[in-house]
């Protein structure tokens, strides 16, 4: 099976990659005595490096001296796609085979800048699609011409995965490898190219140095640069300079009767730092009121001060190029649920996917670079399907699925990142409450199995890994084929991290120490009269249905838990084995048990074995197959001089384990404990088996009791059935 179960953050490489990417934090270091010491060296050495790193992010240079980085390092010049792209992959990744499929997990997502706040699970194959979109549009395919569109139900974190790429290109653009540049003109004499009395003058658009090149002399200038270089990389310019640009440039060209190299000597090359907070290379858009929005937001508008300045509204340096498109150039736009998007904005959409370029309004076109994402949820894509809007969108778009999670492990993840014993203070969680409320999430979203003896539940425990007698991975994964909308629908994480804060903010305020699974599910259940996404009766009623299942699932658990703490005596299994085995080899070899108590030789002892055996369902018809088995491998076992454990036989373990409960239950009266007025013996068997359920179960003193309570309930009822 895969290593996927494992959370992802104790991976070890991520744990370097964190190194890598984050300045040293508090957490790591020694602790409070020698604190402050070693806290000040480390300030110090941070201090030095920051330094360092403030003289090279704020580096300026001519425009020659930035044709030396190219030379040396040409990838500065990678177009935003590239540069994405690569952010993605210098974090790392790692391959796994999920039901025979092999994945490819990219490190990137584990969110290993902010330890894992944004990570995400269990999406390794949305994410594989669209490192393959970007990768492709990487190399100029295509794909760098179309809107890359997540779209997944409310919830299944669009936003997360766009929140993770932007904050991924602040931190690589600060690096070296990301390392990317502007420019800005100056014009030491004021001549008043730039503006009136104006020095200096920004790129509006960050725009990349090289697109300063004329057309003409690109070919030359490419086949020079690109002649020595190693490495498949290679330049390319692509591309014009934005109308203030252009405008500034073919002035001083004329200045200098048409000598390029002169023009060039007024333009500063600088470092450029992408940043949302500065509005630099990160672009946000979001719909609003539609009679309050133009599409100026997206292009950039006219400065009607500067129109004075300048004596013209034609002047492109009179232009604001602060139009999220604008902003957003070299790095990425987002579309906030870009089908809301009013059929105004579409165009330039459109015009800036395709084309890469925009129309401010009077202006001639402008290029851009930048990666456009937008995201829509799945109830608005359906409302949309059949408008023009969409038509028009479709055939540019690379829509990417963003569904809910279908597997188990990783929905729990998502909440034990959340509700975990650092964070949820003077409340503690019992066990197997995320687990069940992760598990009604999944249930709400499986497709219920064609095959007609196949539960939702144990759907739900074969994607989990779980294997299930007549499954095998094929199966698995011809569930998974059939049920194509899996994932689209159902409860979304978000309504369960509602919830669960709710059942603790509960606890809190009534002074209970601990919340567990009921009061979570009763949550869970009491949130769905209203909720707003779910407006069908039979939807809801469905969802009703599901938590029931859940309920019953952990019953399961709880009495398996309980009964093995019962039964973890070692030395009490160890007798009751030793005692099966005798008979066992007696009964194989037609031979007599000889009893240590009378002294005797006797039959073998037929209801002991039986009694064990039943206990995990051998028929009589095939008990003297099982028997013989035992019997085979711990011959073998005392061939390569090693004796038989039964811990290394699983099945044999958990017979022995339901005997010795079943011969144990009574002797501790467990049902006894449901009155209060338990005798001191009983009591005493009562604490060690809740110091079982803490040392291996994790329970803790409250939850423990809890758990005991309603577990003697059940037996109180009657109803023993064995797991
Ligand atoms: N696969 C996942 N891994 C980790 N967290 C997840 C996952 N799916 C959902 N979440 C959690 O669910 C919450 C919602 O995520 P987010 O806001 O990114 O969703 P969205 O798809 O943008 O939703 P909407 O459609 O409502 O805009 C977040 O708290 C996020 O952490
Ligand atoms: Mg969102």
Redesign the pocket.
């Known amino acids: 099976m895969s290593t996927s179960n494992q959370s992802p953050l104790e991976n070890e490489d991520i744990r370097m990659h964190n190194n890598r990417y984050e300045a040293p934090v508090e957490n790591s270091g020694p602790k409070e005595s020698v604190m402050s010491e070693s806290f000040n060296l480390k300030n110090v050495l941070q201090k030095l490096q920051n330094e360092k790193n403030y003289a090279d992010l704020n580096w300026s240079g001519s425009f020659d001296e930035y044709l030396d980085i190219v030379r040396k390092t040409p990838e500065v010049t990678r177009n935003s796609f590239q540069r994405m792209y690569d952010m993605i992959m210098a974090a790392g990744t790692r391959e796994y085979i999920d039901f025979k499929k092999p994945i490819i997990h990219y490190n990137f997502f584990d969110d290993p800048l902010e330890d894992g706040a944004d ?5 390794d194959i949305p994410m594989m699609k669209l490192v393959n979109v970007l990768r492709s549009a990487a190399a100029g395919y295509g794909t760098e011409k179309r809107v890359i569109l997540l779209h ?1 139900p ?7 995965v766009c929140r993770m790429l932007k904050k991924g290109l602040e931190d690589y653009s600060r690096k070296e490898e990301g390392a990317l540049y502007t420019f800005e003109w100056i014009d030491e004499e004021a001549s008043g190219i730039l503006g009136p009395e104006m020095t200096s003058f920004r790129s509006p658009m960050n725009e990349e140095p090289l697109l300063l090149i004329p057309d003409e002399m690109r070919e030359s200038f490419l086949s020079e640069i690109n002649k020595g270089l190693d490495g498949d990389f290679r330049v390319n310019i692509k591309g014009e300079l934005s109308p203030p640009c252009r405008f500034i440039f073919n002035q001083f060209l004329e200045k200098y009767n048409g000598d390029v190299t002169k023009v060039l000597q007024h333009v500063k090359v600088r470092r450029m730092v992408i940043s949302e907070q500065d509005r630099v290379g990160l672009g946000t858009f979001q719909p609003k009121d539609e009679k309050n929005q133009d599409s100026t937001e997206l292009t950039g508008d006219i400065n009607y001060r500067k129109i004075a300045q300048y004596g013209s509204d034609s002047d492109p340096r009179a232009f604001n190029f602060d139009g999220e498109f604008c902003v957003a150039n070299r790095g990425m736009i987002e579309f906030v649920e870009v089908l809301k998007l009013d059929v105004a904005f579409l165009y330039d959409l459109l015009g800036a996917s395709q084309e890469h370029r925009i129309k401010p309004k009077k202006f001639a076109q402008t290029h851009i670079d930048e990666v456009i994402i937008g ?1 829509t ?1 799945e109830p608005e894509y359906k409302r949309l399907q059949n408008n023009e809007f969409m038509e028009a969108l479709r055939d540019r778009t690379v829509k990417i699925d ?1 569904p809910y ?1 279908t597997r188990l492990n990783y929905e729990t993840q ?1 909440y034990k990142k959340d509700f975990n014993v650092k964070k949820v203070r003077g409340v503690s969680i019992a066990p197997h409450t995320i687990e069940m409320a992760a598990m009604w999430a999944i249930l709400t979203r499986l497709e219920v199995p064609k095959k007609a003896n196949l539960t939702r539940l144990q759907k739900l425990k074969l994607y989990n890994g779980k294997t299930l007698p007549g499954y095998t991975e094929d199966n698995v994964r011809e569930l998974r084929k059939e049920s194509k909308r899996e994932g689209m629908e159902g409860i979304s ?2 309504y369960i ?1 509602d919830k669960i804060s709710n059942a603790l903010v509960n606890a809190q305020n009534s002074n209970r120490g601990s919340v567990n699974p009921f009061m979570v599910l009763n949550e869970l259940e009491g949130g769905l009269k209203n909720h707003s996404l779910i407006s069908n009766d039979d939807r809801k009623k469905e969802y009703r249905e599901l938590l029931g299942v859940v309920k019953q699932e952990y019953e399961e658990v709880i009495k398996g838990e309980v009964q093995r703490a019962i039964s973890a005596d070692e030395s009490a299994l160890q007798r009751l084995c030793g005692n099966y085995i005798d008979n066992v080899k007696a009964y194989t070899q037609k031979e007599r048990v000889r009893n240590a108590f009378t002294g005797k030789d006797e039959e073998p002892d037929e209801r002991l074995m039986r009694s064990i055996e039943e206990k995990i369902e051998i028929p009589e018809s095939r008990k003297d197959d099982f028997r013989r088995e035992i019997m085979n491998y711990i011959g073998a076992l005392s061939i390569d001089g090693k004796k038989f454990d039964y811990k290394s036989n699983e099945r044999l373990h958990k017979a022995l384990e339901l005997k010795l409960f079943e011969d144990q239950k009574d002797t501790i009266k467990l049902s006894t404990l449901v009155s209060s007025a338990t005798d001191r013996d009983t009591q005493e068997k009562i604490e060690i088996v809740k110091s079982r359920l803490i040392k291996d179960f994790g329970y803790d003193e409250i939850s423990a009791t809890d758990v005991l309570n309603y577990v003697s309930s059940i037996f109180a009822r009657g109803d023993t059935k064995n797991p």
């Open positions: 990570a995400v699970f269990g999406m997944g409310v919830g299944s974190a669009k936003s997360t995201h949820n963003i999670i998502i994480a978000r991290q």
